[in-house]
């Protein structure tokens, strides 16, 4: 597509459901990275995905939080057992390839959201 | 591991004055700096980027940041502002060759007629 296109745009769960995020990158981008975007907070590294590499789970704050990605293609977000907490932006960006610092990442334009 | 520290949450400024954003960064290795802009319900667009060569990097939209590396800045500065260029600007690093980039909090430009 002509953008990453992420869904749904915003999300309302009650404490303590799961909650499924979705992000389709641009066609042919290999790399992938989930941040979550807290009111006041800057961008907080999530996940990254490279091709069939093993994902870099490094920014995954507790095991509630989960990613999949199917080939280079659609990536999943899911976040168990919600807390008020995770309520934020999750913003997902794709970029050319592993060198983000050449082509710079692509972002969706975010989920919001809020566990009431 | 590297930071970004962006020292002002909030810069007003009215229409057609000069602004500078500051970003300082740490890192013990050589990194690549950028800017991002992001407009209210929208995601982050890449303003402009310091890879190597000239400190003085140009973006779009008239904005432009120099890379210090003796003070570990990047500040971004445009000579006139324009009302739509209110949006929040985040500075962010990655060490050189590296992928995941770290951002910074965040400076809220608010440009007033």
């Known amino acids: 597509g002509a953008g990453v296109s992420q869904s749904p745009s915003n999300k309302v769960t009650e404490k303590g459901k799961d909650v499924e995020l979705r992000c389709d990158p641009i066609s042919g981008h290999t790399a992938l990275y989930w941040y979550r975007q807290r009111l006041g907070q800057g961008l907080e590294f999530l996940i990254y995905f490279q091709g069939n590499s093993a994902p870099d789970k490094s920014g995954l704050p507790s095991d509630r939080f989960s990613a999949e990605r199917t080939g280079e293609s659609v990536s999943t977000l899911t976040i168990q057992r919600t807390q008020q907490e995770d309520s934020a932006v999750y913003l997902c960006?794709?970029?050319?390839?592993?060198?983000?610092?050449?082509?710079?990442?692509?972002f969706g334009s975010g989920t919001r959201l809020t566990v009431v | 591991a590297q930071s970004v520290t962006q020292l002002d949450s909030q810069v007003p400024v009215f229409e057609e004055a000069p602004v500078e954003l500051r970003c300082n960064y740490s890192s013990s290795v050589s990194v690549y700096l950028f800017w991002y802009v992001q407009y209210p319900n929208q995601g982050l667009q890449l303003l402009l980027k310091y890879l190597s060569g000239s400190t003085l990097v140009k973006g779009i939209n008239g904005f432009e940041a120099e890379f210090n590396k003796s003070q570990t800045s990047f500040h971004l500065r445009k000579p006139s502002v324009h009302i739509s260029d209110t949006a929040e600007y985040f500075c962010?690093?990655?060490?050189?060759?590296?992928?995941?980039?770290?951002f910074g909090k965040g400076t809220m430009l608010l440009v007033s007629p």
């Open positions: 960006a794709s970029s050319l390839d592993a060198g983000a610092s050449n082509y710079g990442y692509t």
């Open positions: 962010a690093v990655t060490p050189s060759g590296y992928s995941t980039l770290t």
